[in-house]
């Protein structure tokens, strides 16, 4: 543990520090920019109140995986930027930010994709079949039920089933 002045020399470094302080840790200095120190843009969502000059508890802070993929979530732009500074960290040539975004969007709607259809079973049936799985379920699951009229298909969602049921073809669905 250190005081805010060591802190100021660890993001002169390059390091990431952080402070503890009720139950929850205060990361980043933005506050710097007002004090004209150069970060080099490690600077973070939080501000400072004046109690943190004083505090002797700042530590250099190393982000988990796991903090990682929560802090970038599912948002393909905040993958694409960290992926882009951590080529620039390593001193690597970064890649056209527009290539990434399109790159990182699709991989994670794939994944969502994956996701669904390893939960979910696929039954192909008639209309009159899928009324009846309709009823079955009704009141006992949530379930979500579309037609299309382009199609002349009905198709069952059910959550708790964990079935998808639909009068769609085969060959319907190659096409989508």
Request: net charge negative; with cysteine.
């Amino acid at each position: 543990m250190s005081d805010f002045n060591q802190a100021i020399k660890w993001l002169k470094e390059g390091k990431k520090v952080r402070r503890y302080h009720e139950g929850w840790y205060i990361k980043g200095l933005k506050m710097l920019n007002l004090l004209n120190i150069e970060t080099g843009g490690l600077c973070t969502h939080q501000e400072f109140s004046i109690p943190d000059f004083g505090a002797t508890d700042w530590e250099i802070y190393e982000e988990t995986s796991g903090e990682c993929l929560v802090r970038l979530g599912t948002d393909g732009k905040l993958w694409a930027e960290e992926f882009n500074k951590v080529l620039v960290e390593k001193g690597e040539q970064p890649y056209d930010p527009g290539t990434l975004l399109t790159w990182f969007c699709n991989a994670i709607e794939a994944g969502r994709s994956a996701k669904v259809s390893e939960e979910f079973e696929l039954f192909f049936y008639s209309q009159e079949e899928i009324k009846k799985q309709i009823k079955t379920c009704e009141g006992h699951h949530v379930q979500q039920v579309a037609y299309s009229s382009y199609h002349d298909a009905l198709t069952q969602i059910c959550f708790g089933c964990k079935k998808i049921r639909t009068s769609l073809k085969k060959e319907d669905l190659k096409n989508v």
